[in-house]
């Protein structure tokens, strides 16, 4: 035999008890006869057994029953619990569980079957890690910012705090069966946003527009950072409503500042105008935004173009429902918004499906100012835009067309 090693079975088994004690972890090996076979001293302490009941050829019935009758299983009948336990570790199948002892110590408990019968276990105090999980909970819970975790996968929602179904008028349960996919107004800016995700550790502070659960929309302030959670690839999200400050600051910037052109993204604004005009359309008819991808930022008068949107969607409403009326018809309308660039020109199109008009008589309606937002929107698109309005009408509708400068 080597120099060193144990010479008999007895030197093995002592130098193997040895070495357990030196584990954080209790731990102990019962025989395909459910007795103790193995242990070390930590798993005495961590489970509190009185060292005359802990010893080789200690039946694994004889612990349960201890526990029960001290109250570890909690509250009900000793009997049942101690034969439900018992017929559980016949089975000798791999188990891990969490077991909350009476005094609040919190016990992971792991067990594998052996090839030759009986099953090893360890028992862990996860007491410190579950409280600071829960301390970090509360952190989360309290925070005013909605936050979720999303899988990278499928984009389902593994976890949300309060504030996120609040914010996303979802229940606390309820916004579990979404995807973060269904939170965003427009897909491509969803998918630009978790595209950066794979150049960049964390996209912080970008502005777009969100969906609640009743389908509004609403301005959101946004931070991604991709990670893992439990195991899996996902993305950890943080988002604000900050509609108000955002009016508030335009507000600001009209009663203080001369007017410029800023460049803009067209999808907010044609989101913005559907969410402003929701009242007129939600019962009318159907809007459908066709966005090009790749389209750059337009330079314009935000709140200008915004009343020029707001306007015509109103008016499409209006004709549709002339046309319901006329048809006695209660089939939805539908208004589309389109925007695309051709030959350096914006070109942006409000499309509906109403009663047809005369090109004159639309024409004249287009440069009156005569509507809700008080706007001519000839002189808006022309004077203020250096753009260009087109009208057509036909019986299947009417289509206004405006090219915009890049």
Request: net charge negative.
């Amino acid at each position: 035999m080597a120099e060193g090693l144990p010479s008999s079975k007895q030197e093995l088994l002592n130098l193997t008890q040895e070495a357990l004690g030196h584990l954080a972890q209790g731990f102990t090996v019962f025989t395909e006869d459910l007795k103790l076979a193995l242990f070390n001293q930590k798993f005495v302490e961590l489970l509190e057994f009185p060292s005359d009941l802990i010893h080789e050829g200690t039946a694994f019935l004889d612990l349960i029953r201890h526990n029960a009758e001290r109250g570890e299983y909690g509250e009900g009948d000793i009997e049942q619990q101690i034969q439900s336990r018992f017929e559980m570790a016949k089975k000798f199948e791999a188990h891990s569980f969490q077991r909350t002892r009476p005094d609040g110590t919190v016990i992971q408990i792991d067990g594998s079957p052996l090839p030759g019968g009986g099953f090893v276990t360890t028992y862990t105090d996860i007491t410190e890690k579950i409280k600071s999980a829960e301390f970090l909970r509360s952190i989360v819970e309290a925070s005013p910012a909605g936050f979720v975790v999303s899988r990278a996968s499928d984009g389902h929602i593994a976890f949300s705090n309060g504030r996120a179904a609040d914010i996303l008028r979802y229940g606390p349960t309820e916004i579990l069966d979404e995807k973060i996919h269904n939170f965003f107004a427009i897909r491509e800016e969803r998918n630009r946003l978790f595209e950066r995700t794979t150049q960049e550790d964390e996209i912080r502070d970008v502005e777009l527009q969100l969906r609640r659960k009743d389908g509004s929309f609403f301005d959101g302030l946004v931070t991604v950072q991709p990670t893992e959670f439990q195991g899996s690839p996902c993305y950890f999200s943080w988002f604000n409503d900050v509609s108000a400050m955002t009016e508030a600051w335009a507000k600001i910037g009209d009663s203080f500042a001369l007017p410029k052109k800023t460049p803009y993204n067209i999808n907010t604004l044609f989101m913005k105008a559907v969410e402003k005009t929701r009242p007129a359309w939600c019962k009318t008819a159907h809007i459908e935004v066709e966005i090009d991808e790749d389209l750059p930022h337009l330079p314009c008068y935000p709140s200008d173009l915004l009343a020029v949107f707001s306007t015509l969607i109103v008016r499409s409403c209006g004709a549709i429902g002339n046309r319901q009326t006329i048809d006695r018809s209660t089939q939805m309308g539908k208004v589309q918004l389109k925007a695309q660039v051709a030959d350096s020109e914006f070109k942006l199109q409000v499309v509906d499906s109403g009663i047809q008009t005369s090109v004159e008589a639309l024409q004249k309606a287009l440069n009156s100012e005569e509507n809700e937002e008080e706007i001519s929107i000839e002189k808006t698109v022309a004077n203020l835009h250096d753009g260009s309005l087109s009208v057509s009408s036909d019986p299947s509708g009417s289509s206004v067309t405006m090219l915009l400068p890049l």
